[in-house]
């Protein structure tokens, strides 16, 4: 039982000491004079007053789920047009990778 006792708080003070190491090193975040228990602070009073592209994200995250099937998603989503990949271009690339590969890879015929 002690073993494990020790190996929590040890885990515990590893823990902490990564949390100070990372808060001091994020330096671009904070402000330059403020410590990392008054950052803590003033985002601990932030959270009554939420910045407002915060409160858009909630209000988003709150907004009721629109069933849609997948059939109906992809034909609302379809673009017209020209696709990416073109036949002809696919069909020229591979006749040249053909070519050059009969070039560096003679074929041998036994007869």
């Known amino acids: 039982m002690l073993p494990v006792i020790i190996g929590v708080l040890v885990a515990l003070v590893v823990a902490g000491l990564v949390l100070l190491v990372a808060s001091t090193s994020d330096a671009d ?58 036949v002809d271009d696919l069909q020229a690339g591979l006749h040249r990778a053909r070519e050059k590969a009969a070039r560096a890879i003679p074929l041998r015929r036994h007869g």
Do not use: C, I
Not at 31 to 43: I, N, T
Not at 52 to 61: E, F, H, I
Not at 64 to 69: F, G, I, K, M
Not at 75 to 80: H, L
């Open 29 to 86: 975040e904070r402000r330059d004079d403020e410590s990392p228990l008054r950052a803590f602070r003033r985002g601990w009073r932030a959270r009554k007053n939420p910045a407002p592209d915060q409160v858009d994200a909630a209000r988003a995250a709150e907004a009721e789920p629109v069933d849609l099937s997948l059939a109906d998603f992809l034909r609302a989503t379809a673009e017209q047009g020209e696709g990416y990949l073109h």
